[in-house]
Each structure stands twice: as structure tokens, then as C-alpha cells.
């Protein structure tokens, strides 16, 4: 059974970094595009970023452009976002989500994909 599992969220204070790191584990072959999502407490969940699975292609959300960088590393089935400068308003849970392939002009659209991990905590605050 594929799995998802997030960490490195935490507290963090304004003008700083942390990097999520997103492990998949299972039979994860057929599904390559990888999306973060994340949900602020009374708000919808929003897609922040995603990646190809080559890593050549990926996808920002515009409030996170020049700010977070996403990456991957194959090897280890593990997907990284890398998130500096934020601010308060990136408080919220935050999600890696897996869909089989999809262009990635498309791919911040949660609805579109099949797997979701649990989630972890990013705090914001000073």
C-alpha cells in the first residue's frame, strides 16, 4: 500500500526557513507527480507547489514564488520543500500528495490527485 509521510514542520519565527521533506513508501512506481498543498485553519487547502518526476518541471503557487523551492531525490522516494523567508500568513498544516502524471500547468490542483499524506505543522510566528 503506498504511503506518504511528511516532517519538519514546526515553530519558526518570521524571516526564517525550514525545509518538509515528503517519504513515499510502497509500490510508488506508476505515480511520479508530487504535489504540497497546504490548509490554514478556516481556509480551503491550496496547492503551494509540485514537481515532475523527472524534477525538470515544476510549479509554484504565486504568493510562494521566490520563496520555496521544491526538489526531489528518486533514489530515496523523498520530495523536499524548502522554504525560506516566510512570513506569517505560510502558517498552516501542510500536505505531499501523489498522482499518476499529470502536465504541470495543472498540477496545483488538489482535486487531481490520489494520495495524501497527514500532514505537518508549520508556525509562523514571532
Known amino acids: 500500500q503506498l504511503q506518504l509521510a511528511e516532517s519538519g514542520g514546526g515553530l519558526v519565527q518570521p524571516g526564517g526557513s525550514l525545509r518538509l521533506s515528503c517519504a513515499a513508501s510502497g509500490f510508488t512506481s506508476n505515480y511520479n507527480t508530487v504535489g504540497w498543498f497546504r490548509q490554514a485553519p478556516g481556509k480551503e487547502r491550496e496547492g503551494v507547489s509540485c514537481i515532475s518526476s523527472s524534477g525538470r518541471s515544476t510549479n509554484y503557487a504565486d504568493s510562494v514564488k521566490g520563496r520555496f523551492t521544491i526538489s526531489r531525490d528518486n533514489a530515496k522516494n523523498t520530495v523536499y520543500l524548502q522554504m525560506n523567508s516566510l512570513k506569517p500568513e505560510d502558517t498552516a498544516v501542510y500536505y505531499c500528495?501523489?498522482?499518476?502524471?499529470?502536465?504541470?500547468?495543472?498540477?496545483?490542483?488538489?482535486?487531481?490527485?490520489?494520495?495524501w499524506g497527514q500532514g505537518t505543522q508549520v508556525t509562523v510566528s514571532s
Open positions: 500528495a501523489l498522482v499518476r502524471t499529470v502536465d504541470t500547468g495543472l498540477c496545483l490542483r488538489r482535486i487531481l490527485y490520489d494520495y
